[in-house]
């Protein structure tokens, strides 16, 4: 089993839907889990980070779920801007500051 | 806040040539920074993790004498990619971490190498 795992997609949907990704991770120990955003030949923008409460910026909303071990981000009323590759990142316990990242899901928001 | 620089944006060099990649937090001090390699369509892969002032920790895989890194300041770490070749050409990204609050990583926009 991978440590981080994602669904590479893509997924396209249609501008102004709501879309969920997930990530799952196999250390149950981890203990800091963020979302990063990839464009296309760009390097990784931090999108957010992940709190045990979950939180929300605007029309993103990231959660925690450590009983499942995955943690996820809703996108809601998506933009043509969105597109991109969105990262899932986790600090390994026993990893010391390492992420490890997953392999990205494409989102494709179309017309 | 949080901005990383990297330099140069993109190298083209022949088979046998060293090539010196910078990366820099700019309004930040970084005890620790990261780099990581990409392969196209492929996730990034942390080759090794740069502390300022000691040794760079490698990962498995990735060899210390071809990929010399230098900390040389709270600001500043290099990668040298020595005696490139093909195989090499990668998208090569650094990042810095900023501990307060959330211990985040803060990405430089990657160097492209391409080697002849």
């Known amino acids: 089993r991978k440590e981080v795992e994602q669904d590479p997609g893509p997924f396209n949907v249609p501008e102004g839907a709501t879309v969920a990704f997930n990530c799952t991770y196999s250390?149950?120990?981890?203990?800091?889990f963020f979302w990063y955003r990839q464009d296309c030949r760009k390097e990784p923008k931090l999108l957010m980070s992940v709190y045990s409460s979950g939180n929300e910026d605007g029309r993103f909303t990231a959660q925690l779920n450590r009983a499942s071990q995955y943690i996820s981000l809703l996108i809601r009323d998506s933009k043509l801007s969105d597109s991109a590759t969105y990262l899932c990142?986790?600090?390994?316990?026993?990893?010391?500051?390492?992420?490890?990242f997953g392999t990205g899901t494409q989102l494709k928001v179309e017309l | 806040g949080a901005v990383v620089s990297q330099h140069p944006s993109w190298v083209i060099c022949k088979s046998g040539t060293s090539v010196k990649i910078e990366c820099r937090s700019l309004d930040f001090q970084a005890t620790t920074m990261f780099w990581y390699r990409q392969f196209p369509k492929q996730s990034l892969m942390l080759m090794a993790t740069?502390?300022?002032?000691?040794?760079?920790?490698?990962e498995q895989g990735v060899e210390k004498d071809k990929f010399l890194i230098n900390h040389a300041s709270l600001t500043l770490s290099t990668l040298t990619v020595t005696s490139a070749h093909p195989e090499d050409s990668s998208f090569y990204i650094c990042?810095?971490?900023?501990?307060?609050?959330?211990?985040?990583?803060?990405f430089g926009p990657g160097t492209r190498l391409t080697v002849l």
């Open positions: 990142a986790v600090n390994m316990a026993g990893g010391g500051n390492k992420l490890t």
């Open positions: 740069s502390n300022e002032g000691s040794k760079a920790t490698y």
């Open positions: 250390n149950s120990a981890s203990q800091s």
């Open positions: 990042s810095a971490r900023l501990k307060v609050p959330y211990n985040e990583q803060f």
